[in-house]
């Protein structure tokens, strides 16, 4: 066990959150804070374009917040973040995280997820064995990985379990491979408290705008096409974003340092389903649409190259170990997403930037 007790917290925990200003993280961020005000919560994100302080907005000002920007690279900004802050747990969102992106340009997938994690392991590593951190000996690292890492299912394979040989088919997929592989290593070489989580897709409330769910929830309401790659038969298993984050407060409380835990909602759908389950939530959720019914802006466009087939999870370990599930069905969990789109317009409409054009025109056009 990690030795953090989630009922009776006896002392205030430090924690540092990396990547907090981006979709899961700062899901994760309103989650810890509603749920543990009394902990403190430092924030460590560089604000790249996946970035946004609004997100945060409803932290900014708290007496245990503080957000701070910078580089997972930066050792020495780290080094001073551990031991002024006197971190207990990081929990390690900071990612480059878009597939299309990693096609694209891989290089800051290596920097960022590679040598960034690596950056982040070494200098918790001396946190951690330093004779000011060993009187207050409960620590751990988590590292918040993906199912990707696994590679493609076919139509019949059994869904990933903490078993599954590791098959990364993109650079991003390959990238988090290398750091969960670090991350593992700190455990067993150095004894650190590293903890693996391997989640599926998430969905919910301030999701950026490139990937598929808000993707396309944005083009219903401004009307433009929905671009489905490839034959649109690629299956997903969709996690609605707020129980990650309860599985996340699960295994920070309950789990076991030097384990790996898959998350995953057992929901998967295929992309067309998907999408046309998305388009009839928006016909009727929405009082005036550019197009309608949505259905009809249904584009199928040219596949990602190397696209993953079939992801699927196998979440028994959580389940039977930590006593977590899921709460959120597909069904309810696409209805507030859905609604949560259309009543924040002024979140996403300065997201779609002339930058974000010019990678839109990129990958579509
Ligand atoms: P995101 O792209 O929305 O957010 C990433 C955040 O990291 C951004 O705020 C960005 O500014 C920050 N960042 C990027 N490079 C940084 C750097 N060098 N230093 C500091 N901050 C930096 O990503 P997300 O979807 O919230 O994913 C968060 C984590 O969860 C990632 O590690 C991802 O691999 C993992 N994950 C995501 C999903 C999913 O469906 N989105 C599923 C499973 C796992
Ligand atoms: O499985 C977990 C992973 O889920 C995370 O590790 C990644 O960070 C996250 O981005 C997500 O990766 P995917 O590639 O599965 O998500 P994305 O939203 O980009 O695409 C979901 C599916 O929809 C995928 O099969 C590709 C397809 N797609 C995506 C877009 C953006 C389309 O058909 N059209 C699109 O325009």
Redesign the pocket.
């Known amino acids: 066990m990690t030795g953090f007790n989630e009922d009776t917290p006896v002392s205030p925990r430090r924690l540092l959150v990396t990547g907090a200003a981006g979709f899961i993280g700062s899901n994760f961020v309103r989650y810890w804070c509603s749920r543990y005000p009394q902990d403190r919560v430092v924030v460590l994100d560089a604000l790249t374009y996946a970035g946004n302080r609004e997100n945060l907005a409803e932290l900014e000002g708290r007496d245990n917040f503080r957000f701070v920007q910078g580089d997972i690279c930066d050792r020495p900004l780290i080094d001073n973040l551990l031991a002024t802050e006197h971190i207990d747990i990081i929990a390690h969102f900071a990612?480059e995280?878009?597939?299309?992106r990693s096609i694209l340009g891989p290089g800051a997938f290596i920097q960022t997820n590679v040598v960034g994690t690596f950056t982040l392991l070494e200098a918790f590593r001396h946190h951690y064995h330093s004779p000011a951190a060993t009187a207050t000996p409960t620590k751990l690292f988590l590292h918040v990985s993906?199912?990707?890492v696994y590679g493609s299912l076919g139509p019949d394979d059994p869904p990933f379990s903490e078993t599954t040989p590791y098959a990364p088919n993109s650079p991003?997929?390959a990238s988090?491979a290398g750091s969960d592989h670090l991350a593992r290593a700190y455990f067993h070489t150095y004894k650190v408290p590293t903890i693996i989580t391997n989640?599926?897709?998430?969905y919910g409330p301030y999701h950026f705008p490139?990937?598929?769910?808000p993707?396309?929830c944005i083009n219903m309401l401004l009307g433009k096409s929905l671009?489905?790659?490839?034959d649109?038969e690629?299956i997903?298993?969709w996690l609605y974003v707020e129980d990650h984050c309860s599985a996340l407060d699960a295994v920070i409380h309950r789990g076991q340092p030097g384990e790996t835990y898959n998350i995953g909602g057992n929901n998967e759908v295929k992309?067309i389903d998907l999408?046309r389950l998305l388009c009839g939530i928006m016909d009727e959720l929405a009082p005036d649409l550019p197009v309608r019914p949505c259905e009809k802006l249904i584009t199928f466009?040219k596949d990602?190259p190397g696209?993953?087939r079939r992801?699927a999870i196998d979440a028994t370990k959580i389940k039977t170990e930590l006593g977590w599930t899921p709460s959120v069905t597909v069904a309810e969990g696409l209805r507030r997403t859905v609604a949560w789109y259309l009543s924040h317009r002024p979140w996403w409409q300065p997201l779609l930037s002339p930058e974000y054009q010019a990678y839109y025109r990129q990958?579509?056009l």
């Open positions: 990612a995280s878009h597939v299309d993906t199912d990707e991003y997929s988090k989640c599926s897709n998430n490139e990937k598929l769910i993707l396309m671009p489905v790659y490839g649109g690629n997903r298993d992309n999408v466009v990602r696209h993953d992801y990958v579509y």
